[in-house]
């Protein structure tokens, strides 16, 4: 009788995750091996077609290489930073509870109020940066028109909006650190640098993996912005791998080819996941 | 020659005064102990002339050298922290020559001195362990070993031992002390436990308030305390300090007459002596703590071997007349 009870426990949450988890993940692989059907040609097994379609697509290998470069942008650039935030703010600062609120606060946004905002710094000629070039005599720039610089326009937001999340797990960690160390250094006569190198920078290595793993996800699962922003133009030039399956799916009605999109992310973060706990592990040092 | 020199040294944070006009020479070669109850200002003086804490007035010499606004590392000294302040993710080894590290000296430099400070600490077997694999006493042991491989005159230690277990305490006390005599080095060493500064001290400086209450030899504290709290704090059990009046019933001041329970014996029935009642009998195998009521007062003698007393028996207790302390209304030593 005991484990009917046990059972019956686990069933609300097996059903939930069953109905909304697993069957669509299973359901998403099984679609990526069938055509998409029409009301004239119904669905029919094409085995790895659709993967052969993806390696011959010229989209997807650019939308590829955005995330590619997206990641790049922002990942090491947002650690570094909120690994200096919370540094700087875990020291002894005159109204340091209002600096990590202003740090924390663009966390708090929705990514589309972020994405808004942002819109109006970037807007050509009445925007914010053309305003502020416009004072240096430069002339009125087209930021998100241009496939040279809409990355780079991308890349700055994500950082501005993600370092400060970043930031509150570093001063956690730097929290949780015994002032004795730093006193300990001091009187050895080791400079602040050196103490960061050799002692903060590997005690926060537990921390640096998780950000880490979730900074790589950020850098695929975010892309609310583009709905703002650009819609992935000029060009596919700011498309990233979720927009593009969410274009596939739910502007071009391909769905077989979305989910075959989707399978490709899953085992992409898949890897990167194990990638980075498999390499990083092994150095860091938990207490 | 003084190796450390402290004048008027005083410490506020905001309108609290954590140390006040605190003056004392430690010598060189000496072992130093400030010793008070917890809050007294101890762990504070010691952070100031480790140049941990910046002074509010006063000045701190070490080695005829004004150092009072100088960082910790120009004042060349070494520390050893209650929490140890061990690197958890360095060695052992690397934890010793950290600070030789810092300084640059040439790894066979350095890989000399470890091997000569892990044999002194009794850390070979153990260099390339985490301090996390170590047990309490060998951690302070690597502690012990970063603060004497920089080679620093002078060393101090914040209540290095009251981490450790009662047995583990008492051995590294005699290590330390040993340690101290045959390196030359000058310690500060704070503590809350008398018995520490007692059996270690070449000088004791005794703290209440953030003032010195007292400071001599551990001797001289134990035979001429200079107020009530000196001897209340010094000794185990603690001096009996009873109205002078309860004692020598022609008394009229309102004086205090301090006696150690060692000073007091149990006489037998007929000798004359103080009529006191037992309240209890602690048998502590070398001696048995008897605590007496006289009048309003009790008084705890400490009487050597086994004691059979039952609540309520009547006893006698003696002293000689040199052995009693007389402290005026204030609490000082008349």
């Known amino acids: ?252 009605f391909d769905t077989s080819y979305a989910a075959t999109l989707t399978v490709v992310l899953l085992a992409l973060l898949g890897a990167f996941a194990l990638v980075q706990f498999q390499l990083i592990e092994r150095r860091v040092h938990y207490r | 020659m003084s190796e450390i020199v402290l004048e008027q040294v005083t410490k506020r944070y905001g309108r609290v005064t954590a140390v006040e006009g605190v003056s004392f020479r430690a010598e060189r070669g000496s072992f130093v102990v400030l010793l008070g109850p917890s809050g007294c200002g101890k762990s504070t003086l010691l952070r100031l002339i480790a140049g941990l804490e910046e002074v509010s007035a006063g000045k701190i010499h070490i080695e005829g050298r004004e150092v009072t606004a100088l960082d910790p590392t120009e004042r060349r000294l070494s520390m050893v922290f209650q929490s140890y302040a061990l690197f958890p993710h360095l060695s052992v080894a690397e934890n010793i020559v950290f600070g030789l590290k810092v300084r640059g000296l040439p790894a066979p430099e350095r890989r000399e001195r470890l091997a000569r400070v892990a044999e002194l600490v009794g850390l070979t077997e153990r260099l390339e362990h985490k301090p996390q694999q170590l047990s309490g006493g060998q951690r302070q042991r690597v502690a012990l070993a970063r603060a004497i491989v920089s080679e620093n005159p002078i060393c101090l230690m914040d209540e290095p031992l009251s981490n450790l277990d009662a047995q583990l305490r008492h051995e590294m006390r005699v290590e330390i002390r040993a340690l101290q005599r045959r390196l030359g080095m000058t310690v500060v060493y704070v503590t809350h436990d008398q018995v520490e500064a007692m059996s270690m001290a070449d000088h004791v400086i005794l703290l209440r308030a953030g003032r010195i209450e007292q400071q001599g030899t551990p001797a001289e504290l134990y035979a001429r305390p200079a107020t009530t709290f000196a001897a209340r704090f010094i000794g185990t059990p603690a001096m009996n300090l009873v109205r002078r009046a309860t004692i020598e019933p022609d008394a009229r001041d309102g004086f205090t007459l301090g006696i150690r329970p060692e000073d007091i014996r149990l006489l037998a029935n007929g000798d004359g002596g103080l009529k006191a009642r037992v309240t209890s009998a602690e048998y502590h195998g070398a001696d048995t703590i008897v605590t007496a009521r006289v ?40």
């Open chain 1, 1 to 252: 009788m005991r484990h009917v009870y046990g059972w019956l426990l686990l069933t609300p949450a097996a059903i939930l995750l069953v109905a909304f988890t697993h069957y669509p993940a299973v359901a998403t692989l099984a679609e990526s091996f069938f055509s998409t059907g029409t009301a004239v040609r119904p669905s029919r097994f094409v085995g790895l077609g659709n993967y052969a379609a993806l390696l011959g697509d010229p989209i997807f290998t650019q939308v590829l290489l955005n995330n590619f470069w997206f990641a790049l942008g922002t990942i090491p650039t947002s650690i570094a930073l909120a690994m200096l935030m919370a540094a700087w703010v875990n020291g002894a600062l005159p109204g340091r509870a209002l600096v990590r609120l202003a740090y924390f606060t663009p966390t708090v946004l929705p990514m589309i109020a972020v994405a808004n905002l942002w819109l109006y710094f970037y807007t050509p000629q009445i925007g914010l940066l053309d305003k502020v070039t416009a004072l240096f005599g430069a002339g009125s720039h087209n930021w998100l028109g241009n496939p040279d610089t809409v990355m780079g326009c991308l890349v700055a937001m994500t950082i501005w909006k993600e370092a400060g999340f970043f930031m509150i797990f570093y001063l956690a960690a730097l929290q949780a650190l015994p002032p004795e160390l730093g006193e300990a250094a001091r009187i050895e006569g080791a400079s602040r640098w050196y103490f960061f190198r050799r002692v903060t920078f590997p005690l926060l290595m537990p921390t640096t993996l998780f950000v880490l793993v979730n900074a790589t996800i950020n850098s695929f699962k975010l892309v609310d912005h583009l709905f703002i922003l650009t819609k992935g133009g000029p060009d596919n030039a700011s498309n990233l791998l979720l927009y593009y399956i969410y274009q596939t799916a739910f502007s071009f």
């Open chain 2, 295 to 334: 009048g309003e007062e009790s008084l705890v003698v400490r009487a050597p071997g086994e004691v059979k007393l039952a609540p309520g028996a009547e006893v006698r207790l003696g002293w000689e007349r040199s052995a009693t302390h007389l402290f005026d209304d204030l609490g000082r030593r008349k």
